[in-house]
């Protein structure tokens, strides 16, 4: 029996739990504890949680920030290293521009030099050649009138001889052997028609009456024309400009007129060479029908290269070609690279059968000819392009 069966009517209390009688007495406490465990909690989590999550999300949106700076700056470091590598590119072309602009005006600067000196050296070598030929054509003059004037005073003694020995009485047979010498003196002394191409010199009569051998000089200046009183031409091959004849196809000839000239003579020509790589100039010396003696002078660019005394089979001698083989080389020789000029003059000198050779004033070769060989005309072949000026031969 329980002390509840053994109380006798007990009060009954009406609506009452007992779970909230509990509550009452430790709800208090539990809610207690809760609530501060809570606040423990809470402050906890203020103090060691919430400040590293917040700490964290600050960290990584400043490395991200960062990381954004840093991109951006490697960006721009790399937008100006390819800026400078552009710049360094431009200089170098722009230097290597300037250098090969520097090198042009310093090749035409050499350029302008020579072709200065070059002007310099024509010039002063068409002075020396016109100077030249002046003191040539007055020395002529000169001779001229000396023999002019000789030759005047040659006639007036003549005439006061054959006077004289009329006014004193003379036979008749002294009188015309005077007037027999008087005779034959005066044809070759009497001058040749004069021409506006050629000069001609006499040399001065013996003192005595006898006629004699009269040697000739005849310089022909060919800027006024060919002169057909002396010289023979095929006009198809020669063009007549302000400075002479000019060939017009290669192996242009020009003979003499007269077949006088034999030996003891002098044949030399005044040429502007013509600008080719290969050409041949030559002297003729006619010996007979179908031959003849060409004195060949080689040229390669500007500077002889060889000479040859070479004997030629021809048709005819205006008809000539050096590209046949000669039928006789009579002597040839190198020449060693001698220089030609804008006024070259080629020149040959027979004395005693001896023909020597000269290229601007320079011996380039000696020979003798056959002894059986008759000269008579003589003539140049120029190659197309060139320029005879003149022509001048001297028997003496």
């Given amino acids: 029996m329980t002390d509840y069966d053994t109380q006798t009517n007990p009060r009954k209390r009406k609506n009452v739990s007992p779970l909230r009688v509990m509550v009452n007495k430790w709800g208090f406490l539990l809610g207690g504890l809760m609530l ?3 606040i423990i909690v809470g402050l906890a989590a203020s103090m060691f949680v919430i400040p590293p999550l917040l700490g964290f999300d600050i960290t990584s ?6 990381e954004i700076l840093l991109a ?8 100006r290293d390819r800026d400078a590598l552009e710049r360094e590119t431009q200089f170098a072309l722009d230097a290597q521009a300037t250098g090969l602009d520097l090198f042009n005006a310093e090749s035409l600067l050499d350029q302008t030099a020579t072709q200065s000196t070059n002007n310099i050296i024509a010039t002063a070598t068409a002075n020396a050649a016109e100077n030249a030929r002046q003191r040539t054509q007055i020395a002529l003059d000169f001779a001229a009138t000396r023999v002019e004037l000789q030759r005047n005073a040659t006639q007036v003694q003549l005439d006061f001889q054959t006077t004289q020995a009329a006014f004193n009485g003379q036979g008749s047979d002294d009188f015309d052997s005077q007037a027999a ?7 070759t002394a009497t001058p040749l028609p004069p021409t506006p191409t050629s000069t001609i010199m006499l040399p001065p009569p013996s003192d ?5 051998a009269i040697p000739i000089q005849i310089v022909t200046d060919l800027a006024e024309g060919i002169d057909s009183l002396y010289w023979i031409a095929s006009t198809d091959r020669w063009e007549q400009n302000e400075r002479g004849i000019q060939a017009e196809a290669n192996d242009a000839v020009l003979w003499s007129r007269a077949a006088t000239w034999q030996e003891n003579f002098t044949l030399a020509v005044d040429v502007a060479p013509a600008i080719v790589l290969e050409s041949t100039y030559a002297l003729l010396l006619n010996i007979a029908d179908g031959e003849l003696i060409a004195i060949q ?3 390669s660019g500007l500077a002889a290269n060889r000479v040859q005394i070479v004997q030629l089979q021809v048709d005819f001698v205006t008809d000539i070609s050096f590209d046949s083989e000669p039928s006789k080389i009579i002597a040839e020789s190198s020449v060693g690279e001698l220089l030609i000029t ?17 290229l601007n004033e320079t011996e380039i070769l000696t020979a003798d000819l056959p002894n059986d060989l008759v000269l008579g005309q003589v003539g140049v072949a120029l190659p197309q392009g060139s320029i005879l000026q003149t022509i001048s031969v001297r028997a003496d």
């Fill in 72 to 79: 951006a700056t490697d960006a721009d470091l790399n937008q």
């Fill in 297 to 299: 002078i080689d040229i």
């Fill in 36 to 38: 501060g465990m809570g």
């Fill in 181 to 187: 010498a008087t005779l034959a003196i005066t044809p």
């Fill in 342 to 358: 804008s006024q070259t003059r080629f020149a040959v000198t027979i004395e005693t059968r001896t023909v020597t050779v000269y």
């Fill in 61 to 66: 949106t400043a490395l991200a920030d960062r």
């Fill in 208 to 212: 005595t009456p006898a006629p004699t």
